[in-house]
């Protein structure tokens, strides 16, 4: 599937593919004493800390299955596990048609468009910390935009109710990414061939069926890559949340990296932080490979996750 | 793909000739206002809070409590954009200028030796290995292996530098670098390889020489790509350092929000301000930031 991205052009394979020199080996050395250094030997490490008993400054002593076994028997990880799904669900219903009808609409090669584009993808250069400091005052009851607009209903607390708070962080999270998925299924759309749309306006389609039974089923392996980064993304959500609401009110938008965080940073037990961590890991691997199932295709890339 | 596509419609906006003539044009044009609604709502949606936030970071503190949080100051002021510079905002920012060049720098110039060796280098196991780890990277979230790499930099006794921020992005800027750098060279013609060779030049020679000036688009938009990952990242200088000294911009705008509390046009300033580098470079380089924000995604 080609999405998008000039520079990644799907190429005449033939080009170069056996160089004749076999000593080119130690170019790759410096990317891979930082890559392994960095990625790969913390990702063993943190199955090794889940292990043990640490509390981040002193030693490290080997604790058998204490923490996985405080960490599994706490409904605290189930909540957790729960806020997560229920966060990642909804922001991919909501961010799905929302990208879907955006990019199908910028698709158009209508100048006003172009610049609607311009402007659409401006939040995608805020730092999550911005964002959720932006939104936090924007949310505030009696000097943000519910008082601007003079809406009352708008006027709520919106951080200091357990099912508003997570509202909230849905919708800001779709703020942030919708822009992004849409630039993913504009090049999607681009790419189906017109002559398509050239057949089915002849066969008397009309625009929605067009939509419905054309568009839709070409953007087949699109939805899949948007969706699995969206998913996996969605267990990442770690900054946003925790300038935010820092998991509250009460623990409603306590997901599982922050409580990976909270346990190990705020609490000083490594041991069971490092238990969420691989939980965290398993459950991204898992459902990346669940939707490169629904694929069928090699979607390795798309695998990313936007720490 | 957005790039050098010539203006034409993708999808033929012009009733069907055959026909039907008046409800296909009915459908159409209501599907072409749907778009267009949800086209201008989201504008809407999306521009509102930008705009507030620029016009409210120009509003004194009491000024912004008394006027409608919509409308623009009575009298603009840059009293908060003082406040902000004056709380060591140059220092921060600075810090993440460090932070930034010095990640990404190395590790693209270290991606791009590395896909280049990956494509040129023939079919041993070492490459194909080095490639497979590459790309299972991708799919490991800084977040999930912190707190081992919290460890390793305690250990390198690097906690509490800018070196510590430093070494991780790096290292996390590289799976998708070499992935998209490599897709890149693997399209330079293999003629030019050959010619190269012809003419006596040696593989390090051809590598800088000949594969480097070609791979340009490529290298520029993975730069931007992790320049803003890099540059936005909140978890390393959070995790990792711990003197305010050290703090990078979007931590340094999480600690305002704690100090200045309750003056919001001096925390909105201050988000202004960190935004503004990055704002400078998507007008100059829209392009290359939006491809390089989809770098990967396409095969």
Redesign the interface.
């Known amino acids: 599937?080609?999405?998008?991205?000039?520079?990644?052009?799907?190429?005449?394979?033939?080009?170069?593919?056996?160089?004749?020199?076999?000593?080119?080996?130690?170019?790759?050395l410096?990317?891979?004493l930082?890559?392994?250094?960095?990625?790969?030997?913390?990702?063993f490490?943190?199955l090794?800390?889940s292990f043990t008993q640490w509390d981040?400054i002193g030693d490290i002593h080997p604790d058998g299955l204490n923490a996985w076994r405080s960490v599994l028997g706490d409904p605290q990880l189930l909540h957790s596990l729960g806020v997560t799904f229920l966060i990642m669900i909804l922001s991919w219903l909501v961010q799905t048609p929302?990208s879907l009808?955006?990019g199908?609409?910028?698709?158009?090669?209508q100048r006003y468009?172009g610049f609607?584009a311009?402007?659409?993808?401006?939040?995608?250069?805020?730092?999550?910390?911005?964002i959720a400091?932006?939104?936090?005052?924007?949310l505030d009851p009696n000097?943000?935009?519910g008082?601007?607009?003079g809406l009352s209903f708008l006027q709520q607390d919106w951080l200091g109710k357990d099912t508003l708070a997570v509202g909230v962080v849905v919708f800001i999270v779709s703020?942030q990414f919708?822009?992004?998925h849409s630039?993913?299924y504009?090049?999607g759309?681009?790419?189906?061939p017109?002559s398509i749309?050239?057949a089915a306006?002849?066969d008397?389609a009309?625009?929605?069926?067009?939509?419905f039974s054309i568009t839709l089923p070409q953007l087949k392996y699109t939805i899949i890559?948007s969706s699995t980064?969206m998913v996996?993304g969605s267990?990442?959500f770690?900054?946003l949340i925790?300038?935010l609401t820092a998991g509250g009110p009460g623990d409603a938008t306590r997901v599982l990296?922050l409580d990976?965080y909270k346990r190990?940073?705020m609490a000083n037990l490594?041991g069971p932080?490092?238990a969420i961590?691989?939980i965290?890991?398993l459950v991204?691997?898992g459902i990346?490979l669940l939707l490169r199932r629904l694929g069928g295709t090699d979607q390795?890339?798309?695998?990313?996750?936007?720490? | 793909m957005a790039v050098t596509t010539p203006p034409a419609p993708t999808r033929p906006s012009r009733p069907s000739s055959v026909g039907k003539g008046t409800s296909t044009t009915a459908k159409l044009l209501r599907l072409n206002w749907f778009g267009g609604i949800a086209g201008w709502i989201w504008l809407v949606i999306g521009m509102l809070p930008i705009y507030w936030i620029v016009i409210s970071s120009f509003k004194s503190q009491s000024n912004f409590f008394a006027t409608n949080p919509l409308l623009p100051p009575d009298e603009w002021t840059l009293d908060s954009y003082r406040l902000v510079i004056e709380s060591d905002f140059i220092r921060y920012f600075g810090n993440s200028v460090v932070v930034t060049v010095g990640a990404i720098v190395p590790a693209v110039l270290i991606s791009f030796m590395a896909a280049f060796a990956i494509v040129r280098g023939g079919n041993g196991w070492f490459l194909r290995l080095s490639n497979s780890l590459f790309l299972m990277g991708l799919a490991i979230p800084l977040q999930a292996v912190i707190i081992p790499v919290y460890l390793i930099i305690i250990r390198l006794r690097l906690y509490d530098t800018l070196t510590a921020m430093i070494l991780p992005s790096i290292a996390f800027a590289i799976p998708l670098s070499v992935l998209v750098l490599s897709n890149f060279i693997r399209d330079v013609p293999r003629e030019l390889f050959e010619s190269m060779r012809l003419d006596g030049c040696s593989e390090w020679g051809t590598m800088w020489r000949l594969a480097f000036p070609l791979t340009r688009p490529a290298l520029v938009t993975v730069t931007i790509y992790n320049a803003l990952g890099v540059w936005n990242n909140f978890l390393l200088p959070l995790i990792l350092t711990q003197n305010p000294d050290r703090r990078t911009l979007p931590l340094a705008l999480w600690t305002f929000q704690g100090q200045y509390g309750v003056n919001v046009p001096a925390v909105l300033a201050s988000v202004v301000l960190t935004t503004l580098p990055i704002l400078v470079f998507y007008a100059v380089g829209r392009r290359q930031l939006l491809s390089g924000l989809t770098a990967g995604f396409g095969k």
């Not at chain 1, 930082?34 to 990702?43: D, E, H, M, N």
């Not at chain 1, 400091?133 to 924007?138: E, Q």
């Not at chain 1, 759309?189 to 189906?192: C, D, E, G, L």
């Not at chain 1, 390795?300 to 720490?307: K, N, P, R």
């Open positions: 599937m080609s999405t998008l991205a000039p520079p990644v052009v799907k190429g005449t394979r033939s080009a170069n593919s056996g160089g004749r020199s076999g000593s080119l080996g130690w170019l790759v410096p990317a891979l930082f890559f392994v250094t960095f990625g790969v030997v913390p990702l490490g943190v090794f800390l981040g929302a009808l955006l199908t609409f910028l698709a158009g090669h468009r609607l311009v402007l659409y993808f401006i939040p995608l250069l805020l730092s999550s910390a911005a400091i932006t939104w936090k005052a924007l000097f943000g935009l008082a601007g607009l703020w919708i822009p992004f630039l993913i504009q090049g759309v681009r790419q189906i017109r749309y050239e306006e002849i008397g009309g625009r929605l069926r067009q939509f890559t980064l996996v267990l990442t770690f900054d925790f300038v990296a990976m190990g940073f490594m932080a490092s961590a691989v965290l890991v991204g691997l990346a390795t890339d798309s695998m990313l996750e936007g720490a």
